[in-house]
C-alpha cells in the first residue's frame, strides 16, 4: 500500500504568516517558561 501526502493549496504570502505567527509563538513560550506566568524572573 502506498501512502500520499495530504496537498492543501496556500498562497506563498499565507505560508509565511503561518510560519511568523508560529515564531512569534514559540518566543512567547520560551519567555513565559523564563519568567513565569507573571513576568517576574525567578530567583
Do not use: C, N, Y
Not at 496537498?7 to 519567555?31: C, Q
Amino acid at each position: 500500500m502506498t501512502e500520499t501526502i495530504p496537498r492543501v493549496p496556500i498562497s506563498w504570502g499565507e505560508l509565511i504568516d503561518k510560519i511568523t505567527i508560529l515564531e512569534i509563538k514559540v518566543a512567547r513560550l520560551e519567555s513565559f517558561h523564563r519568567t513565569g506566568p507573571l513576568g517576574l524572573s525567578p530567583q
